[in-house]
């Protein structure tokens, strides 16, 4: 088989396998999803909050959800595991688990009706892939939050956005960091309903120009930023 060929089905068979886990509903959504990446662009907006003056957390959707945090993979559940890896590629996706508890990474799961109702991931003061942004000892990067289909439309990546930013700073944390693609409308809607505020945009400059950061007027103090913004000294292409 030539290798043109190969590559023209690799993602056909992807898109089947995920159609036969998540139906024909789910495979539409995120097939809309895709075309909006091509319409939209590959903006980035980038998101920071001040977790020194989080607002006072009002009753709602979070009172009715159980939360849980993972430090260790053998300490992860082989059910939630299982329903986490395959959701949509398995290997790549266990391989992304061992690869971030490795590096300290903590996994926040969010229970709705006693079931696993979505995830996300958070990292202190360092990030999986070089960044935009340097973050110090005290920032934390939240990053691949998920709410499983059967549970979306209920307000609980807000709620689990909003536990997490709790939990750090209690701990002490000062800043937390996390971005959302232009194209992601539904993502963007739930950041907005939480104490996020907007950073900047990130924009590539042509096919393999470095990316520039358009910051917005309302800014936080920046921390080691130039125009293509590092972290440890790489910047992100």
Not at 153 to 171: D, K, S
């Amino acid at each position: 088989m030539s290798v043109a060929r190969m590559r023209f089905q690799d993602p056909m068979n992807r898109a089947l396998s995920y159609w036969q886990r998540h139906g024909v509903a789910a495979t539409l959504r995120r097939a809309w999803l895709g075309l909006g990446r091509v319409v939209c662009g590959n903006g980035l907006i980038l998101f920071s909050c001040d977790l020194a003056v989080l607002p006072a957390r009002k009753n709602g959707p979070m009172d009715d959800l159980k939360f849980e945090r993972k430090t260790r993979e053998a300490d992860l559940d082989a059910r939630d595991r299982e329903q986490i890896v395959n959701f949509w590629n398995p290997d790549a996706t266990g391989r992304q688990i061992t690869e971030r508890f490795a590096k300290g990474a903590s996994l926040w799961l969010v229970r709705a009706e006693g079931q696993l109702a979505g995830y996300g991931w958070t990292l202190v003061a360092d990030t999986m892939e070089p960044h935009y942004v340097s973050l110090g000892p005290e920032d934390v990067h939240l990053f691949d939050f998920l709410v499983f289909p059967d549970f979306r439309g209920r307000g609980i990546n807000p709620a689990l956005v909003v536990h997490v930013l709790e939990t750090v700073a209690g701990e002490g944390k000062r800043r937390a960091l996390i971005e959302a693609a232009e194209w992601n409308t539904a993502q963007l809607s739930s950041l907005r309903r939480t104490p996020f505020q907007k950073l900047g945009v990130v924009r590539k400059r042509g096919l393999f120009g470095k990316p520039s950061v358009v910051w917005s007027s309302q800014d936080l103090p920046r921390r080691a930023v130039d125009d293509a913004a590092m972290n440890n000294g790489k910047g992100r292409s």
